[in-house]
């Protein structure tokens, strides 16, 4: 069980505005930045968001925020190219460990 | 261009021992905290380990005793040596940046992978 929890799938259609959330406790999210990474089959992640910026390359219909202890990943303008596994992760002190979220598997219909 | 790229995996029988490296580019592995997470077929992501610039390192319970993390400065390069592998260890390798020192838990950069097959 992931110390981090996410919606195990998540649908939309292409145009549409989705969001995956990514929920924790005060020793992790709601102490610390979280990251978002994206991954398709068969490939290596590739971060999408990085505590609430937007790394150089990925296009500003990816925003995050974060309110208490719950992230969340935003879409606006869904792309079939978005198709893919998301997961966060943050530091959780408690633990001295980084904690993942068990990835959110978004489908464009 | 900044870039990591893992190597070092292969085939290995349960109880053996294998080293993984990653080499940097485009930027300098000494200041930064640099870890290691992996991914097992079928799976979500797992962290294994992080190394601080100060040198200060931490493991995740499944492979505390049994994994080291370390890094080479002047080869810019960062190291897992894992011993005692289990049949369970068997995944695809990550290294990756974390991005800002006030964000440990969130990564800005990530290798593209080598394999890791514990098996007899």
């Known amino acids: 069980q992931s110390a981090l929890t996410q919606e195990a799938s998540v649908s939309g259609t292409v145009g549409q505005k989705v969001t995956l959330s990514c929920t924790g406790n005060?020793?992790?999210?709601?102490?610390?930045?979280v990251g978002w990474y994206q991954q398709n089959s068969h490939g290596a992640p590739k971060t999408v968001i990085f505590?609430?910026s937007l790394p150089s390359g990925i296009p500003d219909r990816f925003s995050g925020s974060k309110s208490g202890t719950t992230a969340s990943l935003t879409i606006s303008g869904l792309q079939p190219e978005d198709e893919a596994d998301y997961y966060c992760?943050?530091?959780?002190?408690?633990?001295?460990?980084?904690?993942f979220g068990g990835g959110t598997k978004l489908t464009v219909l | 261009e900044v870039q990591l790229v893992e190597s070092g995996g292969g085939l290995v029988q349960p109880g053996g021992s294998l080293r993984l490296s990653c080499a940097a580019s485009?930027?300098?592995?000494?200041?930064?905290?640099m870890s290691w997470v992996r991914q097992a077929p079928g799976k979500g992501l797992e962290w294994v380990s992080v190394?601080?610039?100060?040198?200060?390192?931490y493991y995740a319970d499944s492979v505390k005793g049994r994994f080291t993390i370390s890094r080479d400065n002047s080869k810019n390069t960062l190291y897992l040596q894992m011993h005692s592998l289990r049949v369970e260890d068997t995944a695809v390798y990550y290294c990756?940046?974390?991005?800002?020192?006030?964000?440990?838990?969130?990564?800005?950069?990530w290798g593209q992978g080598t394999m890791v097959t514990v098996s007899s």
């Open positions: 990756a940046r974390v991005g800002s020192t006030s964000r440990p838990g969130a990564f800005d950069i």
């Open positions: 505590g609430n």
């Open positions: 190394i601080y610039s100060g040198d200060t390192t």
């Open positions: 485009g930027f300098t592995v000494s200041p930064n905290y």
């Open positions: 992760s943050t530091w959780d002190y408690s633990l001295s460990a980084v904690v």
């Open positions: 005060s020793n992790n999210i709601g102490s610390y930045a």
